[in-house]
């Protein structure tokens, strides 16, 4: 896969994620002690990071699903159906794909680092789905539990031997593999180092930090959160608390503050009900209070 395609994926997904300030916004209103409490560790800021920081961490995973399936299209496989509905519930697979008239499903994690606990759930989740892709193509079907990061391999022996007992039952190819042994097992030595090397170069050029200031791109963050529920805006703007170490820590400029306050001006010149007038009148006047 050419470097841009790849960079383009991984920073589309990771970087430009067009839910992840509202995401923050309303976690931040549901439970602000998590931020602000006395009894936390860390100051409002550095929880802000930490909270953007672990969003970074599931979008990557997400991304390299993407990247994961690109890649098997360019080895000449088809990509299938990822969502199913099997005994009354909807089971989504990460990989599903197909090629001479051979099919092929992936459980992909980024590193296999659960505990034990989910590491039982992850079985039994991988078990279930076996179940649904047999009911599905048949017996000419190979699986895989794979793990991107080949440098962890916490629970590979369990996963191992719970695997051999689900092979000795249905009788079919099922594999843990870490890293380049997907690709191995497909045939296709050279895909992981390809991997390697384009990630090696794009992580040069990726930001230290997550970006705390919301108010860089005033207009992409204003779309962003202009929908947010009022209840969720008032909770977050009435509170001083939350207003001095949060709301002034990501909308510095205030900026973004400004858009939504304008915006919300003008949803009161259409035909709005009584009631949600009332709100946005409310939020008006402590966004006129606070920007003063």
């Not at 709005?272 to 008006?284: G, L, S």
Request: hydrophobic share 35%; aromatic share 14%.
């Amino acid at each position: 896969m050419k470097y841009q395609q790849f960079k383009i994926i991984l920073n589309t997904s990771i970087f430009n994620d067009t839910t992840s300030k509202a995401d923050l916004l309303k976690k931040i209103a549901n439970n602000p002690s998590r931020y602000i409490g006395l009894f936390r560790p860390t100051l409002p800021k550095l929880k802000l990071l930490q909270n953007l920081t672990q969003s970074q961490e599931i979008r990557f995973g997400d991304a390299f699903e993407k990247l994961i399936g690109e890649y098997l299209v360019e080895l000449g496989y088809t990509n299938l159906e990822k969502r199913y509905l099997w005994n009354n519930e909807y089971l989504n697979v990460d990989q599903c794909f197909t090629k001479n008239d051979k099919y092929y499903f992936a459980e992909q994690k980024v590193r296999d680092d659960h505990d034990s606990t989910k590491k039982r759930g992850q079985i039994e989740n991988f078990s279930k789905k076996v179940d649904l892709m047999l009911s599905k193509y048949g017996n000419n079907l190979e699986a895989f539990m794979f793990f991107i990061d080949p440098d962890l391999e916490k629970n590979k022996n369990y996963y191992k031997n719970e695997i051999k007992i689900l092979v000795e039952k249905h009788n079919i190819q099922l594999y843990v593999c870490y890293g380049k042994d997907f690709f191995e097992i497909l045939g296709h030595f050279e895909v992981w180092d390809d991997i390697i090397n384009n990630l090696k170069q794009w992580r040069t050029e990726i930001p230290d930090m997550p970006e705390l200031n919301f108010d860089l791109d005033s207009n992409d963050t204003f779309n962003q959160i202009k929908d947010l529920k009022t209840s969720t805006l008032q909770k977050l703007f009435q509170d001083d608390e939350i207003w001095n170490e949060i709301i002034l820590t990501l909308f510095p400029k205030k900026e973004t503050l400004f858009l939504l306050k304008s915006y919300f001006k003008s949803i009161l010149t259409q035909d709005v009900k009584k009631q949600q007038k009332m709100k946005y009148e409310n939020i008006i006047k402590i966004l006129d209070d606070k920007l003063e």
